[in-house]
């Protein structure tokens, strides 16, 4: 067991390392939301979270495929086109951190409608903490530094924003949610 910690921790498997330590992340999340939400009869919204989890495990891995395609159609890479490689990169990092935000918030608005402002507030919580559990699964496959300055700052405001204005995340990511 030694020489396997050893060997997932060494340098050249930190994609691989990053990945199983957000999916772990994922999980937990999901069991400790699960166990706050079960007394309060709202575990209804940690199976919509897990449903939307699934779905974004998927997302993140069909966009870095397709990333890396147009980036090696166009021959983007860290040497040559370095502004078009990384700005391109950040730019699915961060549609994939806004189109999470969208989902909490409207799953959460889902799940408030008439309730008691603690409950609401501890709803509001566990969409915000989704957030942060979206940001390690995004930031696993787009490791830079960029990415996670940028996109962690960019996901907390847009839930926030999503949470007082849900049309606007209707408009942003609607259409995207009837499909499933």
């Not at 999916?23 to 309060?40: E, K």
């Not at 008439?114 to 930031?139: H, P, R």
């Amino acid at each position: 067991m030694d020489a396997l910690i050893q060997w997932l921790v060494h340098d050249d498997q930190k994609d691989l390392f990053e990945f199983l330590v957000a999916l772990a992340l994922n999980l937990v999340f999901l069991a400790l939301s699960a166990l706050l939400l079960w007394p309060l009869d709202k575990l209804a919204l940690a199976w919509s979270m897990a449903k939307g989890y699934a779905l974004l495990w998927i997302v993140i891995f069909v966009t870095t495929v397709l990333l890396h395609t147009f980036q090696q159609f166009f021959r983007m890479n860290i040497y040559d086109r370095a502004n078009a490689y990384i700005g391109s990169a950040l730019a699915v990092c961060c549609l994939l951190q806004f189109g999470w935000a969208a989902f909490a918030a409207l799953t959460v608005q889902r799940f408030v409608g008439g309730e008691a402002f603690w409950l609401g507030a501890i709803l509001y919580l566990v969409g915000g903490l989704s957030c942060l559990s979206a940001f390690f699964a995004v930031t696993s496959f787009y490791q830079g530094a960029v990415y996670k300055l940028i996109s962690l700052p960019l996901t907390l405001a847009c839930f926030l924003v999503f949470s007082l204005w849900p049309n606007v995340a209707r408009l942003s990511f609607g259409w995207f949610f009837q499909f499933f």
